[in-house]
């Protein structure tokens, strides 16, 4: 099992990525001393896979068990969801003391972490996700939401969990698209900070497309390592570190807008080609070589990744990304590529650079 520790004064947790986690969560959770009453949330899929491995470990530990089964997909995302889900829990919160367990991917983490966050005005939660998304980004760093009609991720807090337990062996069952959404981030960790981590995916990204354990455990570890790096500087997102993470989501969010959040694209699809289009406004200001331009765009493509959009309509996305929640005072704000390895937060990138690299990308 690899261990990292995020620092945060009274708020510093462990990241552990290794095998079997699912299987000790009981002993973990006694030792971090948090709570006798696990309530678990998480989605009838995952829990027909995975439940009973995790329940034994909680009861083998002498704890309580409850389980809160959710809708799949970003529908479990709202405040309709939300407010079910916390009325439930409150009827079952008699003389107990509560952990809230979130037991799946990026939606459950977001959901039940902001469940926790505000539950009483707060009550300790532990992540375990359960796809490669969340293993690597989501559950890492306390930004907890739900969906607004209006924008996804509209209301919601900063909430750490008290550890993430990053489960490796529960990524079998995952489809390769499935796979290739994590990836995505993946790359983007790479290009943002790893130029080492780029090369490993250049020669290996075959074996996590596979799920080989080891290759999994590496970029899993590596990816947790930067994304705990930024958000220890930059807790809550004002010091500018943070918002290196947003390479390719500004474009990226706005595809998705664009889509209207349907199964066409998923997030890691519309990031792929965001981070396409953001390389293509590094290259008409001058600020990245072509040879960091191609193999980034290679790599996206050999893993599988779209690097055009299709069937969509270009001036949606361009009218899309300017509800980006990043813009300050109507000025756009982008993370554009340097080198592999290296970005720069730009300011104020002139409309017709943006409608271009949206263009080459049709
Ligand atoms: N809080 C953050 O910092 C942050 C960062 C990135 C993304 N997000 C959020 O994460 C969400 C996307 O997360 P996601 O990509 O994990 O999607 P998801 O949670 O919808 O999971 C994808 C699908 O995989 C299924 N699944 C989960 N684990 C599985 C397993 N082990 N085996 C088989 N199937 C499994 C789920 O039931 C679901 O159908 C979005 O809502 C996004 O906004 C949050
Ligand atoms: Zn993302």
């Given at each position: 099992v690899k261990k990292i520790r995020l620092p945060l004064k009274k708020r510093s947790y462990d990241i552990l990525i290794g095998d079997d986690l699912a299987k000790k969560s009981g002993a973990v959770l006694r030792r971090l001393r948090v709570g006798n009453d696990a309530v678990i949330v998480s989605n009838a899929n995952i829990l027909r896979l995975y439940g009973a491995r995790i329940e034994r470990s909680l009861r083998r530990c002498r704890l309580s068990v409850r389980f809160e089964t959710v809708p799949d997909s970003e529908r479990?995302?709202?405040?309709?969801?939300?407010?079910?889900?916390?009325?439930?829990?409150?009827?079952?919160?008699?003389?107990?003391?509560?952990?809230?367990?979130?037991?799946?991917?990026?939606?459950?983490?977001?959901?039940?972490?902001?469940?926790?966050?505000?539950?009483?005005?707060?009550i300790p939660y532990i992540q375990m996700p359960t796809t490669l998304l969340a293993q690597v980004d989501s559950a890492i760093g306390g930004k907890v939401a739900v969906d607004l009609p209006l924008a996804k991720n509209l209301a919601g807090a900063f909430y750490q969990p008290k550890i993430?337990?990053?489960?490796?062996?529960?990524?079998?069952?995952?489809?390769?698209?499935?796979?290739?959404?994590?990836?995505?981030?993946?790359?983007?960790?790479?290009?943002?900070?790893?130029?080492?981590?780029?090369?490993?995916?250049?020669?290996?990204?075959?074996?996590?497309?596979?799920?080989?354990?080891?290759?999994?455990?590496?970029?899993?570890?590596?990816?947790?390592?930067?994304?705990?790096?930024?958000?220890?500087?930059?807790?809550?997102?004002?010091?500018?570190?943070?918002?290196?993470?947003?390479?390719?989501?500004?474009?990226?969010?706005?595809?998705?807008?664009?889509?209207?959040?349907?199964?066409?694209?998923?997030?890691?699809?519309?990031?792929?080609?965001?981070?396409?289009?953001?390389?293509?406004?590094?290259?008409?200001?001058?600020?990245?070589?072509?040879?960091?331009?191609?193999?980034?765009?290679?790599?996206?493509?050999?893993?599988?990744?779209?690097?055009r959009v299709k069937g969509l309509d270009l001036a949606r996305i361009y009218e899309a990304h300017l509800h980006d929640k990043k813009f300050i005072r109507g000025m756009n704000r982008f993370v554009l590529p340097e080198k592999i390895g290296r970005v720069r937060v730009v300011e104020g990138v002139p409309d017709r650079v943006i409608k271009d690299a949206i263009r080459q990308c049709a």
């Open positions: 479990a995302k709202s405040f309709s969801v939300l407010t079910g889900l916390m009325k439930r829990i409150a009827v079952y919160d008699r003389a107990k003391t509560l952990v809230i367990i979130a037991f799946g991917g990026g939606v459950i983490g977001d959901l039940a972490g902001f469940v926790s966050a505000i539950y009483k005005r707060g993430v337990l990053s489960d490796i062996s529960l990524l079998r069952s995952l489809s390769v698209r499935q796979v290739r959404n994590g990836l995505a981030e993946i790359i983007k960790y790479g290009v943002i900070k790893d130029e080492g981590l780029f090369g490993y995916l250049e020669r290996d990204y075959r074996k996590v497309l596979s799920l080989d354990r080891g290759a999994l455990q590496h970029v899993i570890w590596r990816s947790s390592r930067i994304k705990a790096g930024l958000v220890a500087r930059d807790e809550f997102d004002n010091k500018g570190v943070r918002v290196a993470l947003n390479y390719g989501h500004t474009l990226g969010h706005a595809i998705e807008a664009a889509s209207g959040y349907s199964l066409k694209y998923s997030h890691g699809e519309a990031v792929a080609i965001g981070m396409v289009m953001a390389l293509g406004i590094s290259s008409r200001l001058g600020l990245a070589p072509d040879r960091d331009v191609s193999r980034i765009k290679s790599l996206i493509m050999s893993c599988g990744l779209p690097v």
